[in-house]
């Protein structure tokens, strides 16, 4: 894949984990302070080398951190289900609050997983707390391997790299008129980053 | 019309670990001794045959909403090779869930009946493929919004639309075993058998086994 151009949904595959995790590192937090001040200083002392040192300040520990860690390449984007009438339906409200409402102890949540073209492997590991199940709908590609015990989906010589999900998550043991929230945790197995995290809420 | 509901389990040890199950009653839901049959093929090249299968009798009270209620006997049967649960039913259940739940939950921890059968999205396809008729098929698009029988006649158009690719949200095939229509239906990652003549239903299930459950040698 080296040399060869990506497409936009996979740049984007990448880009938005990165962006992720490295705005919680440490070393974005100095490297954001320390280009701050740079930045003020420069204003204050009218000079351009130190306002492009300000800039370097920014943008050199960012990309040292991309090429250091790269790459950065499971996306996953899940939409919980809900049912209308009868008829399921994307809940978009729950979504946009990163959240899954269990109704009578169970949620649906169907999504599109893109992983990046750089990738030739990956593992995803869905975990929840032990009160609750969560099931894979099916397993999606040939190449791919699902462990149903630790929740595990894997491949290992990937030649898809955009798939559909859907997975079911339940209460073990379901008692009408509980409130809880637990999470719904999505890492990358490799290296156990987290990749995303839903809220699992009874209402 | 009798049905048959596939579920995929875990039972570590061997189907021996099952008869535990018998021991397993309560107030209100019992199961009976457990017997263990021989199972021999029906289908060509069935993976299977020889697998012990260990069935017995489920029963319970049935709640109803306005009183009274119903006893509802239910026959179950573990496989030890394709680690398939089946529950048959006589009549229409309004769960299978709720029995599912409480098996699992009178069980021990190691023990575990799942919803979904959690099977290769590509070799459900094949299998649904060789049915005699589809009677009806949904499927869920890239938003999570699905796609009817009557949308994907359109779709089906598209020279970009792979049909394959998409996970199955609901189908409802016919199949055929000497005479005997078989339906069957997969639906939230479940797959049920309907048919009146038990050989028809114990061929169906093989054909499952063998096309979709097996080892495929990939």
């Not at chain 1, 009578?104 to 599109?112: D, F, P, S, T």
């Not at chain 1, 709908?137 to 290992?156: F, G, M, T, V």
């Not at chain 2, 009798?2 to 670990?17: A, F, H, K, W, Y």
């Not at chain 2, 263990?36 to 299977?48: A, I, M």
Request: aromatic share 10%; charged share 25%; hydrophobic share 35%.
């Amino acid at each position: 894949m080296a040399g060869e151009l990506l497409s936009i949904a996979h740049l984007r595959a990448e880009f938005r984990p990165f962006l992720s995790e490295y705005k919680s590192s440490i070393l974005a937090w100095g490297s954001g302070l320390l280009g701050t001040i740079l930045w003020i200083a420069s204003s204050v002392l009218s000079s351009t080398p130190v306002a492009v040192s300000a800039a370097g300040m920014y943008i050199v520990p960012a990309v040292g951190y991309y090429v250091a860690y790269r790459p950065f390449g499971i996306q996953i984007d899940l939409t919980p289900i809900t049912t209308v009438d009868g008829e399921k339906e994307p809940d978009k409200v729950a979504e946009s609050r990163d959240e899954a409402i269990l109704r009578e102890g169970e949620c649906e949540l169907r999504g599109g997983v893109t992983i990046s073209e750089r990738l030739n492997s990956f593992i995803i590991q869905f975990s929840v707390p032990d009160d609750i199940r969560i099931e894979l709908r099916d397993i999606p590609c040939s190449e791919h391997d699902y462990d149903a015990e630790k929740n595990i989906l894997r491949a290992d010589d990937v030649s898809v790299y955009r798939f559909s999900i859907v997975l079911l998550v339940y209460f073990e043991e379901y008692v009408d008129g509980q409130t809880y929230e637990y999470p719904l945790k999505i890492r990358d197995g490799e290296d156990g980053k987290s990749i995303q995290s839903i809220d699992l809420v009874t209402r | 019309m009798g049905s048959s509901s596939l579920r995929r389990t875990r039972i570590p040890g061997n189907g021996q670990r099952f008869r535990e199950l018998s021991d397993l009653s309560t107030n209100g839901f019992s199961l009976s001794d457990v017997d263990e049959r021989t199972v021999g093929g029906l289908c060509d090249g069935y993976p299977f045959d020889g697998q012990s299968a260990y069935s017995g009798l489920i029963e319970y009270s049935e709640d109803a909403m306005w009183g009274g209620g119903r006893e509802i006997e239910l026959e179950f049967q573990f496989r030890d090779q394709s680690n398939l649960f089946i529950l048959d039913a006589e009549v229409d259940l309004p769960s299978v869930e709720s029995v599912i739940q409480r098996l699992n939950s009178l069980s021990s921890d190691d023990v575990k009946i799942y919803r979904s059968l959690t099977v290769h999205r590509e070799r459900l396809w094949d299998f649904l493929n060789n049915a005699d008729k589809i009677i009806d098929l949904t499927l869920i698009g890239d938003q999570g919004t699905e796609i009817s029988f009557e949308e994907l006649d359109s779709e089906l158009h598209e020279p970009e639309f792979e049909i394959e690719q998409y996970p199955i949200e609901s189908a409802t095939v016919v199949f055929s075993y000497e005479g005997e229509q078989i339906l069957t239906r997969y639906t939230d990652g479940a797959l049920s058998v309907h048919s009146d003549v038990s050989e028809a239903t114990e061929y169906l299930v093989q054909l499952f086994e063998r096309d979709v459950i097996a080892d495929s040698g990939d």
